[in-house]
């Protein structure tokens, strides 16, 4: 069973920085790629920033140049740097991993942002 756990969401000022960790259960190297995404109620769900098993990264247009993806391996944890925070930033950040076997992904519990103005 897959578990992935986040942690690392909070209240922040606009401007200001968080830091969320996904702790992935095994091997990362398990999954195609991981990444977060982010949830307002209300509205689809939105991808933020996903990472590849060959280190590649991607994000949304929204936080580019704001955010980072990055991961410790030998950790098996994804992190997500978000700096120059916004209050439309705030929502709940969910952690993903995408199997190499199609069809097979998973989903953190999900860590609440949220950024005041």
């Known amino acids: 069973q897959v578990q992935l756990v986040e942690s690392g969401g909070g209240l922040v000022q606009a401007g200001g920085s968080l830091k969320l960790s996904c702790v992935v259960s095994g091997n990362i190297f398990r999954f195609k790629y991981m990444g977060w995404y982010r949830q307002v109620p209300g509205k689809q769900r939105e991808l933020v920033a996903t990472?590849?098993?060959?280190?590649?990264?991607k994000y949304g247009d929204s936080v580019k140049g704001r955010f980072t993806i990055s991961r410790d391996i030998a950790k098996n944890t994804v992190y997500l740097e978000m700096n120059s925070l916004k209050p439309e930033d705030t929502a709940a950040y969910l952690c993903n991993a995408v199997h190499w076997i199609p069809g097979e992904d998973y989903w953190g519990q999900g860590t609440q942002v949220t950024v005041s103005s």
């Open positions: 990472i590849g098993s060959g280190g590649d990264t």
